[in-house]
């Protein structure tokens, strides 16, 4: 399940062209896991961040929901 994102812009892509995002697993401690991301298009860097995600029990985790 997320938790936490963090994203910078740093450029801008022009309309039509493709953009590939890149998530490496950078550090693992416990259930939490934090990816670094990166945006690329066909000029270079386009943005870049983190996401933090948190292995969560899927069964008792959507029995808290109903």
């Not at 910078?8 to 890149?22: I, K, L």
């Not at 690329?40 to 029990?57: A, H, K, L, N, S």
């Amino acid at each position: 399940m997320g938790t936490r994102v963090e994203l910078e812009h740093r450029a801008a892509s022009p309309v039509g062209v493709r953009v590939t995002v890149e998530a490496q697993l950078e550090e693992v401690d416990g259930k939490r896991l934090v990816f670094a991301v990166t945006a690329v298009d066909e000029r270079g860097v386009v943005g870049d961040g983190r996401i933090e995600r948190v292995v969560v029990e899927r069964d008792g985790f959507l029995a808290r929901l109903q």
